[in-house]
């Protein structure tokens, strides 16, 4: 399994969850879209896909419950002619996280929250304190995302 972390503390809860729920491919995001782990993925576009439908379904499921419900939906659950993935919110006692996961037909959705609960409980223990998380976005983060788009449009 191809297992990538940007924070330490973040390798031993998603290498076990992976594990256990048997998931093909995810990723562990701060809302800002910022990737603190991934696995599954051969090539970084497709990671930057799934952050983007991560964060886009995160806050537009979470818009609407709070319309329906007054309080925001904490997952989604697509199921697939082969894949299913499943999108969840992971609380923290700072900024909640996204995990996107995928998976096919040798897991099921009940054994990955089975095992989410599992994840979540470790995460909460892990996390740094809110104080001592850094800052989402780099202090470069404009002039990066522009010379990334001119390179992957052609234009650098």
Same mark, same amino acid.
């Given at each position: 399994?191809?297992? *990538?972390?940007? &924070?330490?503390?973040?390798? +031993?809860? @998603?290498?076990?969850?992976? &594990?256990?729920?048997?998931?093909? =491919?995810? !990723?562990? =995001?701060?809302?800002?879209?910022? #990737? =603190? +782990?991934?696995?599954?993925? &051969?090539?970084? !576009? ?13 806050? %537009?499921?979470?818009?609407? +419950? ?13 199921? +697939? &002619? ?6 969840? *919110?992971?609380? *923290?006692? %700072? ?6 996961? !995928? ?7 009940? @054994? !990955? ?9 470790? #995460? ?8 001592? $998380?850094?800052? /989402?976005?780099?202090?470069?983060? $404009?002039? $990066? ?10 234009? /650098?």
């Amino acid at each position: 399994m191809r297992l *990538t972390v940007a &924070a330490s503390w973040v390798e +031993g809860p @998603l290498r076990q969850l992976v &594990a256990d729920a048997r998931l093909e =491919l995810g !990723v562990l =995001l701060h809302p800002s879209g910022q #990737v =603190l +782990g991934q696995f599954g993925f &051969a090539r970084s !576009v497709d990671v930057m896909t799934a952050c983007a439908l991560a964060a886009a379904t995160h806050a %537009s499921s979470a818009e609407l +419950g709070r319309m329906l419900e007054g309080q925001p939906f904490t997952g989604v659950h697509y199921v +697939g &002619a082969t894949r299913q993935f499943w999108r969840a *919110t992971v609380p *923290t006692t %700072s900024t909640p996280l996204i995990l996107f996961a !995928v998976f096919d037909e040798e897991s099921s959705l009940g @054994l !990955v929250q089975l095992f989410f609960r599992q994840f979540c409980e470790a #995460v909460a223990a892990l996390a740094p304190a809110a104080d001592a $998380e850094p800052a /989402a976005l780099a202090e470069n983060f $404009e002039s $990066e995302l522009n010379r990334n788009l001119a390179v992957m449009f052609g234009r /650098a």
